[in-house]
Antibody, heavy 121, light 110 residues
């Protein structure tokens, strides 16, 4: 059975750092593209970042230069390192598995339950 | 301000049909595939439609997707009270080199 589990959220001060982990079961992270998607309280979904099987990474403009997505194949885990955090980064962060890759297609077939990140002084 | 535009809300009676639109541009919907997600209150999003019109296994055929030019549409027939949720469209944007979502549409089944 496929499951996606996030961890590492919590309360952090503005300017601080946090690392989220995504440790799925039932599939190998390096065989799929993986994304982080966030949702601020009462707001819609916002795509954050993606890492492809070949290691290529892409970021939303709102987090570029501050967040880094990475993957540890030996631990079958995907990470989101978040630096220089801002109040507006507060959200539930979802880790999501990408579907079958083909050019022009980006979709997510399995999602974690989400982890809350609160940035506040 | 979302890159993809959805109506904030739609409503219909049980048993009826509803459509939700998603409008974009040539840098996103016009040249890429669209997916749709259902988010029930307090839960993670769930994939309903991918690659414009494909349903994952387990998604009933009451849900359908289509795309024309720079717009996409999600259709839901035989509405049930359990369909009350927020619905989001998503795709890749070539200009942004990133994923984008619509602002979401709240479906109310009256």
């Amino acid at each position: 059975e496929v499951q996606v589990v996030e961890s590492g959220g919590g309360l952090v001060h503005p300017g601080g750092s946090l690392r989220l982990s995504c440790a799925p079961s039932g599939f190998i992270v390096s065989s799929n593209y993986m994304s982080w998607v966030r949702q601020a309280p009462g707001k819609g979904l916002e795509w954050v970042s993606v890492i492809y099987s070949d290691g290529k990474t892409f970021y939303a403009d709102s987090v570029k230069g501050r967040f880094t997505i990475s993957r540890d194949n030996s631990k079958n885990t995907v990470y989101l390192q978040m630096n220089s955090l801002r109040v507006e980064d507060s959200a539930v962060y979802y880790c999501a598995r990408g579907g079958q890759w083909r050019r022009g297609s980006l979709y997510f077939d399995y999602w974690g339950q989400g982890i809350l990140v609160t940035v506040s002084s | 301000q979302s890159v993809l535009t959805q109506p904030p809300s739609v409503s219909a009676a049980p048993g009826q049909k509803v459509t939700i639109s998603c409008s974009g541009s040539t840098s996103n919907i016009g040249n890429n595939y669209v997916s749709w997600y259902q988010q029930l209150p307090g839960t993670a999003p769930k994939l309903l439609i991918y690659d414009n019109d494909k349903r994952p296994s387990g998604i009933p055929d009451r849900f359908s997707g289509s795309k024309s030019g720079t717009s996409a549409t999600l259709g839901i027939t035989g509405l049930q009270t359990g369909d009350e949720a927020d619905y989001y469209c998503g795709t890749w944007d070539n200009s942004l080199s990133g994923g984008v979502f619509g602002g979401g549409t709240k479906l109310t089944v009256l």
